[in-house]
């Protein structure tokens, strides 16, 4: 009996350990297919499934065999050579080979791993339209290709290496080898074995310098990034050379096989190192400081040009268009009433987040977040406000409150925003709000707010269960407080006790399971931040720190700035962010209410864009899709226009010369704010430009 119950108790703790370690994984599961997207997490998890697998049982197979062929030679030994593998026996041997392989193809597996992202758009690469100046190889192949080829190489040659070690051991302990120097003799089916991974090696190697070459356009030199003269006349010549070298190895290799003595093949490998040394080690010091030194410009000039034409396409620098303005007398200067001095900013968004905290909040769990700008159309005119979100903070809560009720069934949702124009004050020094208190009031000119509730926020990332039989609480009302129950479609349903009990694993929290209060239609809302969310729904892509709130059609939205990067952009230098390639190529919108996305294409001609919609057809939407009313409310990404303002610092010089001698380097402006000196961030400004007829929301700094 007491037998009986340890097995039944065994087993229960098993399932209870498999379920635990996987209830977050198929509670994601559910999550991704709640929302339309089960191909983004099957893609991922499958890939990523799949190349591991794959990793392993290829790096099995390949030691394995090697591991059981040198076994076979070695017990084919002459049986007056003592041979301590061979008194080991047969079954320890196979035994013990498996699980070396075994261990060596988890490790090696690890310490090579791909990400799934490589390995999907190595699969669908497209053309970027636009070739390297050296090689003339389309962008698409340093972008989509050269990483994963460049990461296979080197797990490779490290797989042979090590193999090809371990081999030489097994066979130098088992007494193969006779004699001493390089008049050593190897046992003829020792020497085959190692033969063969010794030419695979240097086919490797060979495939490498070809790699490396590719890899130049990539190199930062003190100068600029990619081939520079030194490297296209001695990196480039070295690749070759080595290159050369190593299919002589190769044919020595073939040689030895005939002949005795390892004089031929050692003479080809220390010719190698000899080259690698003095081509890779000291020839590029002794060229830089003897050949391009004293004439530096004149021999980098065509490579700058490379290298300044190409960091400007890879920030879409070349795509600027520069006008010149000037004003030449008073009555070029606008009225009073020009949209451009109706429009113009004086409140500070530092300072404003204080006065929304103390005029808005209303409540101690509200918070404002941050501040947004953005411009709407009121009674027809465009006017520029600043907004934020009233988002709910479950934490401010009093210590007495700060249950389980509380933070996860009552209080789940923000209420509407706060919303004031730019250059409003009144008497008492204060913002004018346009849409403020609660329920939410919106000043004539603007449609109504019918959907004020914020389940999905900035900030808000615990998870909660809605609707509930508890009621959640909505706004405060005087001394009344408002209910509602959660009307929209997201979450995963309560319904089912497995679906309860998985949740329950997830976040440990018996409460899903014992709660009266979770009903048949409640639901768990989780993954609620705006960023995280999107990020789950598109990990290939890079969102904005700043999303912004936008009202639009009696709903609130978030709308996010989405980025596609690499650092294989070849000869353009790299940001101080460590991409060399950047496109805003993606805008996301959040339904604050239902937590939909949406990703919408804003850049046709971005490769890396076009590649992942070859991966998830439909999952990107043309732009022609958003509502007019949300794409009025587009606006140029403020962390883009850093990094091209910082890149424009020096690649605003075109002529080779002007960069070379930094004779119009930029500097960027300095203010003084709360007593110390800081860079002026870029701000939004409504106006009419010279020579145009319409006021627009431009970024400026």
């Given at each position: 009996?007491?037998?009986?119950?340890?097995?039944?108790?065994?087993?229960v703790?098993?399932?209870?350990?498999?379920?635990?370690?996987?209830?977050g994984?198929?509670?994601?599961?559910?999550?991704?297919h709640?929302?339309?997207?089960a191909?983004?997490?099957?893609?991922?998890?499958?890939?990523?499934?799949?190349?591991?697998?794959?990793?392993?049982?290829?790096?099995?197979?390949?030691?394995?065999?090697?591991?059981q062929?040198?076994?076979?030679?070695v017990?084919?030994?002459?049986?007056?050579?003592?041979?301590p593998?061979?008194?080991?026996?047969?079954?320890?041997?196979?035994?013990?080979?498996?699980?070396?392989?075994?261990?060596?193809?988890?490790?090696?597996?690890?310490?090579?791993?791909v990400?799934?992202?490589?390995?999907?758009?190595?699969?669908?690469?497209?053309?970027?339209?636009?070739?390297?100046?050296?090689?003339?190889?389309?962008?698409?192949?340093?972008?989509?290709?050269?990483?994963?080829?460049?990461?296979?190489n080197?797990?490779?040659?490290?797989?042979?290496?090590?193999t090809?070690?371990?081999?030489?051991?097994?066979?130098?302990?088992?007494?193969?080898?006779?004699g001493?120097?390089?008049?050593?003799?190897?046992w003829?089916?020792?020497?085959?074995?190692?033969?063969?991974?010794?030419?695979f090696?240097?086919?490797?190697?060979?495939?490498?310098y070809?790699?490396?070459?590719?890899s130049?356009?990539?190199?930062?030199?003190?100068?600029?990034?990619g081939?520079?003269?030194?490297?296209?006349?001695?990196?480039?010549?070295?690749?070759?050379?080595?290159?050369?070298?190593?299919?002589?190895?190769?044919?020595?290799?073939?040689?030895?096989?005939?002949?005795?003595?390892?004089?031929?093949?050692?003479?080809?490998?220390?010719?190698?190192?000899?080259?690698?040394?003095?081509?890779?080690?000291?020839?590029?010091?002794?060229?830089?400081?003897f050949?391009?030194?004293?004439?530096?410009?004149?021999?980098e000039?065509?490579?700058l040009?490379?290298?300044i034409?190409?960091?400007?396409?890879?920030?879409?620098?070349?795509?600027?268009?520069v006008?010149?303005?000037?004003?030449?007398?008073?009555?070029?200067?606008?009225?009073?009433?020009h949209?451009?001095?109706?429009?113009?900013?004086?409140?500070?968004?530092?300072?404003l987040?204080?006065?929304?905290?103390?005029?808005?909040?209303?409540?101690?769990?509200?918070?404002?977040?941050?501040?947004?700008?953005?411009?709407?159309?009121?009674?027809?005119?465009?006017?520029?406000?600043?907004?934020?979100?009233?988002?709910?903070?479950?934490?401010?809560?009093?210590?007495?409150?700060?249950?389980w009720?509380?933070?996860h069934l009552?209080?789940?949702?923000?209420?509407?925003?706060?919303?004031?124009?730019?250059?409003?004050?009144?008497?008492?020094?204060q913002?004018i709000?346009?849409?403020?208190?609660?329920?939410?009031?919106?000043?004539?000119?603007?449609p109504?707010?019918t959907?004020?509730?914020?389940?999905?926020?900035?900030t808000?990332?615990?998870?909660i269960?809605?609707?509930?039989?508890?009621?959640?609480?909505?706004?405060?009302?005087?001394?009344?407080?408002?209910?509602?129950?959660?009307?929209?479609?997201?979450?995963?349903?309560?319904?089912?006790f497995?679906?309860?009990?998985?949740?329950?694993?997830?976040?440990?929290?018996?409460?899903?399971?014992?709660s009266?209060y979770?009903?048949?239609?409640?639901?768990?809302?989780?993954?609620?931040?705006?960023?995280?969310?999107l990020?789950?729904?598109a990990?290939f892509?890079?969102?904005?720190?700043?999303?912004?709130?936008v009202?639009?059609?009696?709903?609130?939205?978030?709308?996010v700035?989405?980025?596609?990067?690499?650092?294989?952009?070849?000869?353009a230098?790299?940001?101080?962010?460590?991409?060399?390639?950047?496109?805003?190529?993606?805008?996301?919108?959040?339904?604050?209410?239902?937590?939909?996305?949406?990703?919408?294409?804003?850049?046709?001609?971005?490769?890396?864009i076009?590649?992942?919609?070859?991966?998830?057809?439909g999952?990107?939407?043309?732009?022609?899709?958003?509502?007019?009313?949300?794409?009025?409310?587009i606006?140029?990404?403020e962390?883009?226009?850093?990094?091209?303002?910082?890149?424009?610092r020096?690649?605003?010089?075109?002529?080779?010369?002007?960069?070379y001698?930094?004779?119009?380097?930029w500097?960027?402006?300095?203010e003084?704010?709360?007593?110390?000196?800081?860079?002026?961030?870029?701000?939004?400004?409504?106006?009419?430009?010279p020579?145009?007829?319409?006021?627009?929301?431009?970024?400026?700094?």
């Amino acid at each position: 009996m007491r037998k009986t119950l340890w097995i039944l108790a065994s087993i229960v703790f098993g399932l209870y350990i498999l379920l635990k370690l996987s209830a977050g994984f198929i509670t994601d599961m559910m999550w991704y297919h709640s929302l339309g997207y089960a191909a983004v997490f099957s893609s991922a998890v499958l890939t990523s499934i799949l190349v591991r697998l794959a990793t392993i049982i290829l790096l099995f197979l390949f030691l394995w065999t090697n591991f059981q062929v040198s076994l076979r030679i070695v017990r084919r030994l002459p049986a007056d050579s003592f041979n301590p593998l061979t008194e080991m026996g047969l079954p320890r041997l196979n035994l013990f080979s498996i699980g070396a392989a075994i261990l060596l193809a988890l490790f090696l597996s690890g310490a090579s791993a791909v990400d799934w992202r490589s390995v999907q758009q190595f699969l669908h690469p497209v053309s970027a339209g636009v070739t390297d100046p050296i090689f003339q190889l389309d962008i698409g192949y340093y972008l989509f290709r050269f990483p994963l080829l460049q990461g296979i190489n080197t797990a490779l040659q490290g797989l042979v290496l090590i193999t090809l070690g371990i081999v030489a051991a097994v066979y130098y302990f088992s007494r193969a080898f006779w004699g001493r120097g390089l008049d050593m003799v190897i046992w003829r089916p020792a020497k085959t074995h190692l033969t063969i991974l010794a030419i695979f090696l240097f086919l490797l190697k060979i495939w490498g310098y070809t790699l490396g070459k590719h890899s130049l356009l990539l190199a930062q030199n003190e100068l600029m990034t990619g081939v520079n003269y030194t490297g296209a006349h001695v990196r480039l010549l070295a690749f070759n050379v080595l290159s050369i070298i190593a299919a002589f190895c190769i044919i020595a290799l073939f040689i030895g096989l005939f002949t005795k003595g390892l004089r031929l093949l050692l003479g080809g490998v220390f010719t190698l190192l000899l080259a690698s040394l003095v081509l890779g080690t000291f020839a590029p010091p002794l060229v830089e400081g003897f050949v391009v030194q004293p004439n530096q410009f004149l021999r980098e000039k065509p490579y700058l040009e490379n290298h300044i034409v190409m960091t400007r396409q890879a920030y879409d620098l070349d795509k600027i268009d520069v006008h010149e303005f000037s004003i030449k007398d008073s009555s070029e200067l606008p009225s009073l009433a020009h949209p451009s001095i109706t429009n113009l900013r004086l409140w500070d968004y530092r300072a404003l987040g204080k006065s929304y905290e103390q005029l808005q909040a209303i409540g101690q769990y509200y918070h404002f977040h941050d501040i947004d700008i953005d411009r709407y159309t009121i009674n027809g005119n465009l006017r520029q406000v600043m907004l934020a979100a009233r988002e709910l903070d479950p934490n401010r809560l009093p210590a007495e409150a700060q249950n389980w009720i509380n933070r996860h069934l009552t209080y789940t949702h923000g209420y509407g925003l706060a919303m004031n124009g730019v250059r409003e004050v009144n008497n008492e020094g204060q913002p004018i709000f346009i849409v403020g208190n609660l329920p939410p009031q919106v000043a004539p000119g603007l449609p109504p707010l019918t959907r004020p509730e914020i389940y999905f926020s900035e900030t808000q990332s615990n998870y909660i269960v809605a609707p509930n039989r508890s009621g959640e609480f909505d706004y405060p009302s005087g001394a009344r407080e408002r209910h509602t129950n959660y009307e929209g479609q997201d979450g995963i349903s309560l319904s089912s006790f497995v679906n309860r009990l998985l949740f329950a694993l997830r976040y440990d929290d018996i409460n899903f399971l014992l709660s009266e209060y979770i009903g048949e239609e409640s639901k768990v809302i989780f993954h609620r931040t705006i960023r995280a969310r999107l990020q789950r729904v598109a990990p290939f892509l890079q969102f904005d720190d700043d999303p912004y709130l936008v009202m639009s059609e009696g709903r609130l939205f978030w709308i996010v700035d989405a980025y596609t990067s690499s650092t294989y952009y070849p000869y353009a230098q790299r940001h101080t962010d460590g991409v060399n390639y950047i496109r805003n190529s993606v805008k996301a919108v959040v339904d604050a209410y239902e937590g939909t996305v949406r990703l919408y294409k804003v850049d046709q001609t971005d490769p890396l864009i076009r590649s992942w919609e070859k991966i998830f057809p439909g999952l990107i939407l043309p732009l022609e899709q958003m509502s007019a009313d949300l794409r009025n409310h587009i606006r140029y990404p403020e962390h883009l226009f850093k990094v091209q303002r910082d890149m424009l610092r020096a690649y605003h010089m075109t002529s080779a010369k002007n960069f070379y001698e930094k004779e119009d380097y930029w500097d960027l402006p300095t203010e003084v704010y709360a007593g110390r000196e800081e860079t002026v961030e870029p701000y939004y400004v409504t106006l009419t430009l010279p020579g145009e007829t319409q006021a627009e929301f431009a970024l400026f700094e």
